[in-house]
């Protein structure tokens, strides 16, 4: 890329769109800022002009990721209304939707050990995409009684971990953890046999 053609935002991003190559390629850690730099086709001196080191740029990949994450998560739910069970059932699939098409920010995200509350902007964007989840429980355990109602909270704390368990195990080829099913389907399973531990679908269903 011709480095004039970088103004003002233009290059901050580019080094953004460069670290989440990179995070992909080579984890969170396995790359320097030079690489980044060089990847955006620009010397390392122009990334401390946006940029205060490695992880600050990596939160910034995250802020971005959980944007796109959260949106996505929003467009699960609203798809699913009036089905308080077909949003719930929907976010929880577009955590692995979300995984499986933005790899860079998901990692960026949840395994590079940047934490949301790095930034209040970070924070409020990571509360924004947990805040559909537990939106979607909360509709949901309405109709369960309120004597065997967990929290919502905790409702879509179990199914995030899920969500995420699957993801890690099985969606992101990790070595020896082949599964003989599909992802989408472990999980589509695993919020199954929970919703039915709740009482929530039928046994049979």
Do not use: C
């Not at 990596?58 to 009036?82: N, S």
């Not at 199914?159 to 020896?176: D, T, Y």
């Amino acid at each position: 890329m011709p480095k004039r053609g970088y103004h003002h935002g233009n290059l901050r991003q580019a080094l953004v769109e460069a670290a989440l190559k990179l995070i992909e390629a080579k984890g969170p850690t396995g790359f320097t800022l030079s690489e980044a730099a060089k990847q955006a086709g620009v010397t390392p001196a122009a990334v401390y002009r946006h940029f205060e080191g490695r992880e600050d740029l990596i939160a910034e990949a995250a802020r971005q990721g959980y944007v796109i994450f959260a949106d996505l998560m929003q467009y699960a739910y609203d798809k699913g209304q009036p089905s308080a069970l077909a949003s719930f059932e929907a976010t929880g699939r577009a955590y692995l939707a979300f995984a499986r098409k933005y790899p860079g920010h998901y990692i960026a995200m949840f395994e590079s050990g940047i934490s949301v509350n790095r930034t209040p902007e970070l924070a409020d964007v990571a509360a924004r995409a947990r805040g559909v989840m537990e939106r979607a429980a909360e509709d949901l355990s309405r109709h369960i009684p309120p004597e065997k109602r967990p929290p919502a909270s905790m409702f879509s704390a179990h199914i995030w971990a899920m969500s995420h368990g699957v993801v890690e195990l099985f969606a992101r080829n990790s070595p020896g953890t082949q599964s003989p099913f599909p992802p989408e389907d472990l999980l589509e399973s695993g919020i199954g046999v929970y919703l039915r531990g709740l009482g929530l679908i039928d046994s049979d269903s």
